[in-house]
């Protein structure tokens, strides 16, 4: 069984077409097969707290083997372009501050600051991308409860933790998937540049960011 969180309503809808399997409202799963896997689906809606709850209940309902996090990002790197895709190296929550007791930002007791992704999931995903002939880059993923469209705060997430995207889910999937010892990985399309632009951009293409996404899913499960 592959666990598949998808964050807005067009990823859930390209995923369900995916494998023939009716799309269901937020926080319902879905349950199919994809080239041959066992999957289930949820689309967790936006924010880190909805994100690890679906992770959490998919764990204890499923029991999968993996989980990967699939859907759109703002984009911290330069040479990141809408409809490239990010497959996490690790993950961070820029917003998790406990610096007054002498903690980095970032860092989350009982965690640590870095949370990573499955290296053979990580391989699998960066193989599959290269046959499929898709721009992209693996790197990492910075997580928080915000909507990056400010270039301040896009430079300061960028500079303090050398991310290649931002967005509103991963880092929580990651940290509920690690304390779980559950392989996972992340996969995001750019949708935008997490800057003063971002707002129009997101919902110009994050219908072609996420299509982008679930096809590097689809030739992951034929492998």
Avoid at 30 to 56: F, P, S, T
Avoid at 89 to 118: E, I, K, N, W
Wanted: with cysteine.
């Amino acid at each position: 069984m592959i666990g598949i969180i998808a964050a807005t309503v067009q990823e859930r809808e390209a995923l369900c077409k995916a494998f023939g399997a009716e799309a269901k409202g937020p926080m319902e799963y879905v349950r199919g097969r994809m080239e041959g896997k066992d999957v289930v689906l949820v689309q967790a809606g936006i924010g880190k707290v909805n994100a690890a709850l679906c992770a959490q209940k998919m764990i204890d309902l499923y029991q999968p083997e993996a989980i990967i996090n699939v859907g759109v990002a703002g984009a911290l790197d330069p040479d990141l372009h809408v409809g490239d895709l990010v497959i996490s190296r690790d993950a961070v929550q820029h917003d998790f501050d406990t610096m007054y007791f002498g903690d980095s930002p970032g860092y989350v007791s009982g965690v640590g600051l870095s949370m990573p992704a499955d290296q053979a999931l990580m391989e699998k995903a960066e193989k599959a991308a290269s046959a499929l002939g898709l721009s992209y880059r693996i790197g990492r993923v910075a997580s928080g409860d915000q909507f990056i469209a400010s270039p301040e705060k896009k430079e300061w997430i960028a500079t303090t933790f050398q991310a290649s995207c931002t967005e509103m889910e991963g880092a929580a999937i990651a940290q509920v998937a690690l304390l779980n010892q559950v392989p996972f990985l992340i996969i995001r399309a750019i949708s935008d540049g997490a800057d003063d632009g971002a707002p129009v951009s997101y919902y110009e293409f994050v219908e072609m960011a996420a299509e982008r996404a679930v096809k590097l899913i689809d030739a992951m499960l034929k492998s």
